[in-house]
T-cell receptor, first 111, second 116 residues
């Protein structure tokens, strides 16, 4: 089972910041938080990941709470092309590459 | 650079048939993973191969098998197809295996399999 909890859907106005929450209250010390998104009928796309510090790249920012039990993915200026299902995933040091996807959050960007 | 490629894009089969799906990883990537995504659900892990050896297996029946070739490309085989095997089959590649916190996996566009 997925180790994360996300709202099933969210709306955001175009041009505004989209803030997608994720709860991972059972995360352990060596586990990272990853975010992927899946635009309709395409393969999942890696967005960002972090361990305990906040991270930023050209796509998004990741804010992880101090206790690491939750995080927020921020898309600073949402566009219609950001409409997708967003998956929050917890991964630790494993022998394999298995990613356990939950149901994610379906983000609708409204014009 | 070319990303992960999969073939065919779409496929229609009937119950009881078998199918072979193909995946070419990003150049230099040695790990290939396969996922099944049923409509409305997140992808489910089927297999991972690294350096031609199986590294991980998900909760799928023995009808599902895979292999990795010396050039790191991979095939997923499904025998005795059932209606429930209808899904998007995704392939992902990565440089290494199991390296949490490191470079992530890159997914291909998938093969849409319909079983009638």
């Amino acid at each position: 089972d997925a180790k994360t909890t996300q709202p099933p859907s969210m709306d955001c106005a175009e041009g505004r910041a989209a803030n997608l929450p994720c709860n991972h209250s059972t995360i352990s010390g060596n586990e990272y938080v990853y975010w992927y998104r899946q635009i309709h009928s395409q393969g999942p796309q890696y967005i960002i990941h972090g361990l305990k510090n906040n991270e930023t790249n050209e796509m998004a920012s990741l804010i992880i709470t101090e206790d690491r039990k939750s995080s927020t993915l921020i898309l600073p200026h949402a566009t219609l092309r950001d409409t997708a299902v967003y998956y929050c995933i917890v991964r630790g040091l494993n022998r394999d590459d298995k990613i356990i996807f939950g149901k994610g959050t379906r983000l609708h960007i409204l014009p | 650079d070319a990303g992960v490629t999969q073939s065919p894009t779409h496929l229609i089969k009937t119950r009881g048939q078998h199918v072979t799906l193909r995946c070419s990883p990003i150049s230099g990537h040695k790990s290939v993973s396969w996922y099944q995504q049923v409509l409305g659900q997140g992808p489910q892990f089927i297999f991972q191969y690294y350096e031609k050896e199986e590294r991980g297996r998900g909760n799928f029946p023995d009808r599902f098998s895979a292999r990795q070739f010396p050039n790191y490309s991979s095939e997923l085989n499904v025998n005795a197809l059932l209606l429930g095997d209808s899904a998007l089959y995704l392939c992902a590649s990565s440089l290494t295996s199991g390296l949490a916190g490191g470079p992530s996996q890159y997914f291909g566009p998938g093969t849409r399999l319909t079983v009638l």
